[in-house]
């Protein structure tokens, strides 16, 4: 089984960088996921992919969010990151990290979320 935890500050100041980290944690025998999203929902608002890292190392972001978003990872501690600069009210939101065999979905493995508040 694959197991996701999010983590990073709960408030961010307008304009500033949201910087997430997912932790995934596995046992043995638990599968190889070729993706590792970031994915938000903002109140009021669907689900809305924001951007993956691959196993490969190759990245991939939507593309409204593209300029202000960065995704990497620390392989040594089965970590990846989001960082999303000059954050507005209109990032705030769940943030959850997911994994999954194709980029596109299904999205197999979900973190529980965590809350981010973005204020002046």
């Known amino acids: 089984q694959v197991q996701l935890q999010e983590s990073g500050p709960g408030l961010v100041k307008l304009s500033q960088t949201l910087s997430l980290t997912c932790t995934v944690s596995?046992?043995?025998?638990?599968?190889?996921?070729?993706?590792w999203s970031w994915i938000r929902q903002s109140p009021g608002k669907e689900l809305e992919w924001m951007g993956a890292i691959a196993y490969s190392g190759s990245t991939y972001y939507k593309s409204s969010v593209r300029s202000r978003t960065a995704i990497s990872r620390d392989t040594s501690k089965n970590q990846f990151t989001l960082q999303l600069k000059s954050a507005t009210p209109e990032d705030t939101g769940a943030y959850y990290c997911?994994?999954?065999?194709?980029?596109?979905?299904?999205?197999?493995?979900w973190g529980q979320g965590t809350q981010v508040t973005v204020s002046s």
């Open positions: 997911v994994g999954s065999y194709h980029l596109e979905g299904p999205y197999n493995f």
């Open positions: 596995s046992g043995s025998g638990s599968p190889n996921l070729n993706y």
